[in-house]
């Protein structure tokens, strides 16, 4: 017989060497970030944003009339002020919410769950679409300074994508020190071109070497219509882009990490309300300066003031770096808030799971694969994208500070105990949401027909979408919590047996039966008669001996039918179980062959999964190369038999498979559960004793959050001794629909891959079919 080979840590030499050795949970507090890593790791893209904020408001007012700049000047006031007034009210959040506060969970503890489902669903659109700006304008700053690779410009930005998308799964301490090198060249890079700029604008300013202006840039002058002013002013609000990660992200600094946040929210306003003035300046009152395809605004800046020397490499090298790399605030704060939503119940709960890095890797790889497509869809057209952008910024901004004043609001009713700052904070935060609302309504009515309309789309079904799934799971909880099994509930239990040959995989089978006293045993055996022949029965009764009925003919061609029939046929109470034991021989090359050879024991077993009170119980043999399929003897009755139930939490799912293994009264018989989350407290423990009778609960700790090692070793602590079996009983519960599959993680098809080719072990599936929509009185158990 195969045995299963233990898996290490880290799975496979590969893995190690792309994304390193996988961290223990215990280091989760050494993943904290000190402020130096934390800025370039949050602040990337709001700092990134100054480096095309400028040329947005640009592109609007060129594009109206010629001989427009020097609206850019109180454009970029109007906009600094702005992003000063979000900074200092944002640090009013981390200081409130000192655990992440975030859009999402201010609205939503504020101003209640809908709020927080849109502030959710703007934020992910955003986050979506800060990977893909950020990158889709560093690759045109790429092509700023090497115009060849324009044509290449789609798989340029799916390529750093990727790249990005490996760095964060290594970790984000790791991240953080790939990143803060360009991080800090930019800044450095952008402060020393402006500081040289006024210095040589001190004698007159230089003009920088012609390019050829954008086809939309218009050469007659015209007058401007407020509208266009607004629009100009609703494209260079892209500069507060990512400024609330921090605010999201408060559980990655070190502590104390309120005061950490705070700190680090300052210094990114400070730096990037500097370089955003800068950079605006610079564009009025250098001479030549417009809107090309061939050079971005920044581009021509550095170009005039260091004379396309290294000076300008060195600033197109940095900001296009940076812009890359400032996709990674979205893959910090994206897979956060994802697992946030998970743990509310708003979206599968996949996305809770940490990798091996401590990262959230199932938010970081969604992130990837939806930001490639919205590229390859846009071809990668920055003036495209960039108007999907703002919208969800500002949407998220004004629910946030308006939930704030709620939030102060009800501080303020504590009287004495209230937080003294309430009254200084209440004003900052209204101020906040009156500015940032009334910029939602200015960015919205000037950027809808551009294309803003379809990220309003995009957050509209996204809303519909969370709370369906929030609906599911509270009715799977509702169902699951609802205390309709009892432990100590144990019922008869009515054997079926398929035998399709009396190979080793049944004479397993039947002396497992032998180790317990079911009720009764009915042995099926497809054939293509009536009934079974003489000679068949006869050759059973000698493989079995006394004490198993003759076999029972099922059709040969229709297996699943059959075997259904059979069942339906017995007399049971509520609380009988129906075991359909399923033999096996399983082929040496592993699970594919197996499935492409088995496919009627496959359909077979999930179909029977669907009917209430039956359990399926599948009796693998490996045959080794070489080794017979014959019994070579008759069925022996095993020495030891031990049952572990394998639970994931108290619910009525894992009662009744407590109640099932009761009924199979093996030597031993224990629930075993396998604790993967670093951060919740053990609560299923104390629930057990609450809940469950006389079967003992044993806690295995999984270190790397990888089941596969201490569900091998579990097992193996008994199967060692070789007169033991060991049956793993799954409990499992059965959606009523296909597509709510997804929503959950398939735990059981896992468990069953991982021991199906192991050794002396059996396969229990203990199911529990699940209503469609069905709704209980009473509030679940916990």
């Known amino acids: 017989?195969?045995?299963?080979?233990?898996?290490?840590?880290?799975?496979?030499?590969?893995?190690?060497?792309?994304?390193?050795?996988?961290?223990?949970?215990?280091?989760?507090?050494?993943?904290?970030?000190?402020?130096?890593?934390?800025?370039?790791?949050?602040?990337s893209d709001p700092l990134s944003s100054v480096a095309y904020a400028t040329e947005e408001s640009m592109v609007v007012l060129l594009?109206?009339?010629?001989?427009?700049?020097?609206?850019?000047?109180?454009?970029?006031?109007?906009?600094?002020?702005?992003?000063?007034?979000?900074?200092?009210?944002?640090?009013?959040?981390?200081?409130?919410?000192?655990?992440?506060?975030?859009?999402?969970?201010?609205?939503?503890?504020?101003?209640?769950?809908?709020?927080?489902?849109?502030?959710?669903?703007?934020?992910?659109?955003?986050?979506?679409?800060?990977?893909?700006?950020?990158?889709?304008?560093?690759?045109?700053?790429?092509?700023?300074?090497?115009?060849?690779?324009?044509?290449?410009?789609?798989?340029?930005?799916?390529?750093?994508?990727?790249?990005?998308?490996?760095?964060?799964?290594?970790g984000t301490k790791e991240s953080g020190t790939v990143f803060a090198i360009p991080t800090y060249g930019f800044v450095l890079t952008i402060v020393a071109m402006i500081a040289l700029g006024f210095i040589d604008c001190v004698g007159g300013c230089p003009a920088t070497e012609p390019v050829e202006p954008a086809h939309f840039v218009s050469t007659a002058v015209a007058p401007l219509t407020l509208f266009v002013i607004l629009r100009a002013f609703s494209s260079g609000a892209t500069a507060l882009t990512g400024v609330e990660a921090i605010s999201n992200g408060v559980q990655a600094f070190r502590r104390p990490q309120a005061r950490n946040a705070a700190t680090t929210l300052l210094i990114m306003g400070s730096i990037s309300i500097t370089m955003y003035l800068g950079i605006s300046w610079l564009a009025v009152h250098v001479g030549g300066v417009t809107v090309s395809e061939e050079r971005t605004v920044v581009a021509q800046i550095a170009h005039a003031i260091f004379g396309g020397g290294i000076g300008f490499y060195l600033v197109q090298f940095f900001t296009a770096a940076i812009l890359i790399l400032a996709a990674n605030t979205a893959y910090q704060d994206f897979p956060r808030l994802s697992s946030i939503l998970a743990r509310d119940g708003y979206m599968p709960n996949q996305f809770r799971n940490r990798g091996d890095r401590l990262v959230f890797s199932n938010g970081v790889i969604g992130l990837a694969i939806v930001s490639c497509a919205v590229i390859v869809a846009f071809d990668a057209d920055l003036n495209r994208l960039i108007q999907l952008y703002i919208v969800g910024v500002f949407t998220s901004f004004t629910l946030s500070q308006t939930g704030m004043v709620r939030h102060w609001l009800a501080e303020g009713r504590r009287g004495s105990e209230a937080a003294p700052e309430w009254r200084r904070s209440i004003v900052i935060n209204v101020v906040g949401a009156l500015t940032t609302g009334i910029v939602l309504v200015v960015v919205t009515a000037t950027k809808f027909a551009g294309g803003a309309w379809l990220s309003i789309t995009a957050m509209g079904v996204l809303v519909p979408v969370l709370w369906s799934i929030h609906h599911h799971y509270s009715d799977v909880r509702r169902q699951l919590g609802g205390g309709d099994v009892h432990s100590g509930a144990v019922g008869r239990n009515h054997v079926v047996l398929l035998v399709r040959d009396f190979d080793v995989a049944t004479a397993e089978a039947v002396g497992y039966l032998r180790s317990f006293r079911p009720e009764d045993v009915?042995?099926?055996?497809?054939?293509?008669?009536?009934?079974?022949?003489?000679?068949?029965?006869?050759?059973?009764?000698?493989?079995?001996?006394?004490?198993i009925p003759d076999l029972q003919p099922i059709a040969a061609g229709h297996l699943t039918a059959g075997i259904h029939r059979v069942v339906d046929a017995i007399d049971r109470g509520p609380e009988d179980f129906v075991t359909v034991v399923v033999p096996e021989l399983l082929p040496p090359e592993g699970l594919l062959s197996y499935l492409v050879r088995n496919p009627d024991l496959v359909r077979l077993k999930a179909s029977m999964l669907r009917v209430p009170n039956v359990v399926v119980t599948d009796v693998p043999f490996v045959l080794d190369e070489g080794s017979p399929s014959g019994a070579g003897g008759k069925p022996l009755i095993p020495g030891r038999t031990v049952t572990l139930v394998f639970v994931s939490s108290v619910s009525d799912v894992s009662v009744r498979a407590v109640n099932y293994a009761r009924a199979i009264d093996a030597s031993v018989t224990r629930a075993v559960y396998f604790d993967l989350d670093p951060e919740a407290?053990?609560?299923?423990?104390?629930?057990?004793?609450?809940?469950?009778?006389?079967?003992?609960?044993?806690?295995?700790?999984?270190?790397f959050r990888d089941l596969s090692t201490p569900m091998l070793e579990e097992v193996r602590r008994y199967t060692r001794r070789?007169?033991?079996?060991?049956?793993?009983?799954?409990?499992?519960?059965?959606?009523?629909?296909?597509?709510?599959?997804?929503l959950h993680g398939q735990t059981a098809l896992f468990v069953k891959r991982l021991f199906l080719f192991e050794e002396r072990v059996l396969l229990t599936s203990v199911a529990y079919q699940l209503e469609a929509g069905r709704r209980l009185d009473r509030e679940p158990t916990k």
């Not at 060497?17 to 890593?37: D, I, M, N, Q, Y």
């Not at 006031?77 to 919410?97: D, E, G």
């Not at 104390?686 to 809940?691: G, I, K, Q, S």
């Open 1 to 43: 017989m195969a045995k299963t080979e233990l898996p290490s840590a880290s799975t496979g030499l590969l893995k190690r060497v792309v994304l390193g050795r996988a961290f223990s949970s215990s280091r989760l507090e050494h993943t904290l970030l000190p402020k130096v890593l934390a800025l370039p790791v949050f602040a």
């Open 63 to 170: 594009a109206a009339s010629a001989g427009t700049l020097q609206l850019i000047t109180p454009i970029s006031l109007a906009i600094a002020t702005l992003l000063a007034i979000v900074v200092i009210s944002y640090r009013q959040t981390v200081r409130a919410y000192p655990n992440g506060g975030g859009a999402y969970i201010v609205s939503r503890e504020n101003l209640g769950p809908l709020a927080g489902l849109i502030a959710a669903s703007a934020l992910l659109v955003d986050y979506m679409m800060t990977v893909v700006v950020s990158i889709v304008a560093g690759v045109y700053a790429i092509t700023s300074a090497a115009p060849g690779l324009r044509e290449q410009r789609v798989w340029l930005s799916v390529a750093f994508v990727v790249f990005v998308t490996f760095a964060n799964l290594r």
């Open 522 to 547: 009915t042995p099926v055996f497809p054939c293509r008669g009536r009934d079974v022949r003489a000679d068949v029965q006869a050759r059973w009764r000698v493989f079995v001996g006394p004490g």
């Open 681 to 703: 407290p053990l609560e299923v423990d104390a629930e057990w004793l609450d809940v469950v009778e006389r079967v003992p609960l044993d806690v295995v700790e999984a270190p």
């Open 722 to 742: 070789p007169d033991t079996i060991v049956n793993v009983v799954i409990p499992e519960y059965i959606v009523a629909r296909w597509w709510q599959l997804p």
